[in-house]
């Protein structure tokens, strides 16, 4: 079987600044890592190909730097990697980067082989949208399942699979037909340890790299900027409450003493929670 | 890439394009609202949303519509009646029993043959894993923007929708606009957006239509809906109290006092992103913008910094009650009330003090 997984190389948004005039990010010096939610679709698809033998492809699209994620994809254990990287996909929202990656996927296919599965993590955690995903899907006509917490059944001769899909309030169990786009849900699996093989064999693979026109893009204006119908068009950081916390005095004070002096600030406050409180406590 | 500003976004080429709307998309027209009706109730999201897009239809001086799919006409009567007292002017009904659970393809078909029939100018969705499934279905078919998990919506001078969300993981906000393209979509987070009040008794119109679909038509079925059981999972989103822990705890066995601050104000309890990264909590109490938007009347934090992506899940609560030893740690800007001392003294001090007044509450009987 083939599977793809799309994965995005972002800033490690736990060492994010913000320039405190300026109010832009401070991109320089903040490292770069594979977006985790895709590590978690990654290791889920090399479970499967280690079990039922096949590929895995992993497709980027970003600067000629996310060659390093892809690199790191490759340690771990996937097959081939390709880099789909142009000037024309830059400032890409969600409706131009799954037009971009769903061409590069036809691409992929011709060269390697249709999918039966292509991955995706839930969400980037730059971005946060969820929805390069079900773009790609729908473009490619492929059936779609999000969130999924668990891949309960899949039967490569009848071409089908049942999955187990985080939904509102439970758990769907969804059966379909290959070809899929699966968006994983986090904390399914833990994502291997690279052995020295991969390792070595990553060191030495090729990333295969294609612009715009080698990945087969018939139409340059609907990727990056302008494809994108969405437009940023304001940056700001968030505005600071003015006024501060009422602060509880607490100097030569017992923590007893003051946790009653914060309860009767918090019932003062909201009186509404203590009536709530004392109501509830009563009816146990 | 997705909707990662950029410099070249804020300021390049797309700046001075002409804003001008295609013709055929000028008849477009009055703000929907995507109604989430699963297990015979509506998710509280959808009229969270209601009220939002009340606002902006005001504005606009357009109708609000909701569109409400389900089995049939008995299971969703309710489901309308909701709607208009929340502040619909219209709603869109299609009804089959395809439509009993949320599957992809029938609800995009039905959502997207409604936007191409009806034609309205904006469309909000809940940020919910069904909201942020069928949205990206939707307006990938339609070839429209989408601004997910949006904190703010407004309408510009221009009339068009001005959509805030954070990005980054919640360092920044940018606002976001859809040019040259209709509907403009969005979707909010549950609890990012008030509850408005209800109107008993108000009413609007009705316009039922059809699904055009055979079960045949649809490849994905569904076996079996394995509900959660409440005891387990988090309701965090909807807690009036709720008691959340971090990094200042120092162990994963320290957590418990936040757990037995929470149980003994019957509330609920959460954590900041990195206890879930260091496993000392599971993902779905996880508090903050990659986690859950709270809105409590009462939510008090332990030990946690309160970076800003912690800050714009909890900014809606009635009070903050910040405890931490850092007199200089961000959380003190946002919180109302603030502790500057160890939470490992303070949580059990709390417990103590609460037990001991509910116990002379019932003495007092």
Not at chain 1, 61 to 79: C, I, V
Not at chain 2, 200 to 222: C, Y
Not at chain 2, 286 to 296: S, V
Not at chain 2, 300 to 308: F, K, N
Request: aromatic share 6%.
């Amino acid at each position: 079987m083939h599977i793809i997984v799309c994965i995005k190389q972002v800033p490690d948004s736990a060492q994010i600044r913000v320039h405190p005039v300026t109010n832009t990010i401070m991109r320089q010096g903040v490292p770069t890592i594979i977006n985790p939610y895709d590590l978690v679709a990654l290791e889920e698809a090399l479970r499967l190909r280690d079990r039922l033998g096949g590929s895995v492809t992993v497709l980027t699209m970003g600067p000629p730097t996310a060659e390093d994620s892809l690199r790191k994809a490759l340690t771990f254990g996937a097959d081939r990697a390709v880099l789909l990287t142009d000037r024309y996909f830059a400032g890409s929202d969600t409706l131009a980067t799954s037009y971009a990656l769903a061409h590069a996927i036809k691409k992929v296919a011709e060269m390697w082989g249709e999918p039966d599965i292509v991955f995706t993590g839930k969400q980037t955690i730059d971005g946060d949208t969820a929805q390069v995903g079900p773009g790609i899907a729908k473009r490619l006509k492929l059936n779609q399942l999000t969130y999924v917490s668990a891949i309960k059944e899949l039967d490569m001769d009848s071409r089908t699979l049942t999955v187990e899909r985080r939904a509102e309030g439970g758990v769907q169990v969804l059966k379909t037909r290959l070809p899929v786009l699966i968006t994983v849900l986090e904390g399914i699996n833990e994502m291997r340890r690279g052995t020295m093989e991969a390792a070595l064999n990553a060191a030495r693979a090729q990333v295969t790299i294609w612009n715009a026109t080698d990945a087969g893009i018939p139409e340059l204006t609907l990727c990056g900027l302008r494809g994108s119908p969405t437009v940023v068009k304001k940056v700001f950081a968030p505005g600071a409450r003015t006024e501060k916390a009422h602060q509880i005095e607490t100097k030569g004070l017992s923590p007893a003493e003051i946790a009653e002096a914060a309860l009767a600030e918090i019932f003062q406050r909201q009186p509404a929670v203590e009536a709530d409180v004392m109501r509830n406590a009563e009816s146990i | 890439m997705s909707q990662a500003p950029t410099q070249k976004a804020a300021g390049g080429s797309r700046a001075g394009m002409s804003k001008e709307l295609p013709e055929h998309f000028k008849s477009y027209k009055h703000v929907w609202v995507f109604i989430e009706f699963e297990h015979g109730a509506v998710h509280p999201v959808s009229f969270e949303l209601l009220g939002e897009g009340r606002k902006l239809a005001d504005k606009l001086g357009v109708e609000l519509a909701g569109v409400l799919m389900g089995a049939g006409a008995d299971e969703i009567r309710d489901g309308i009646a909701e709607c208009f007292e929340y502040g619909a002017d219209v709603v869109y009904t299609v009804t089959d029993p395809i439509l009993s659970h949320y599957r992809n393809e029938p609800y995009t078909k039905a959502m997207t043959d409604l936007v191409t029939t009806y034609q309205p100018e904006i469309l909000l969705l809940g940020a919910t894993t069904l909201g942020r499934d069928l949205a990206g279905s939707v307006a990938t078919t339609l070839l429209t923007g989408l601004t997910a998990d949006c904190t703010e919506l407004a309408i510009d001078d221009e009339r068009s929708l001005a959509a805030t969300r954070p990005t980054f993981g919640g360092s920044l906000l940018c606002t976001i606009h859809t040019l040259n393209y209709r509907p403009q979509m969005a979707t909010v987070r549950p609890r990012v957006m008030p509850m408005p009040e209800r109107q008993p008794g108000r009413t609007g119109r009705v316009v039922a239509h059809p699904l055009g679909m055979v079960e045949t038509d649809i490849v994905t079925k569904i076996l079996q809906f394995v509900p959660d059981s409440e005891s387990d999972k988090a309701q965090l989103a909807y807690a009036d109290i709720v008691v959340a822990g971090g990094l200042g705890l120092k162990s994963a066995e320290n957590f418990q006092l936040v757990k037995a601050l929470a149980e003994t104000l019957r509330g609920e309890y959460g954590g900041s992103r990195p206890l879930v990264q260091k496993g000392w909590i599971t993902a779905d109490r996880q508090i903050g913008q990659t986690g859950k938007t709270i809105r409590p009347k009462l939510y008090i934090a332990a030990g946690i910094s309160g970076a800003i992506q912690h800050r714009v899940g909890v900014e809606g609560a009635d009070l903050i009650v910040a405890i931490n030893t850092d007199p200089n740690a961000p959380i003190f800007d946002f919180a109302h009330v603030g502790i500057v001392a160890d939470a490992l003294d303070i949580l059990p001090a709390l417990t103590d003090a609460l037990a001991k007044r509910l116990y002379v509450n019932r003495l007092a009987g």
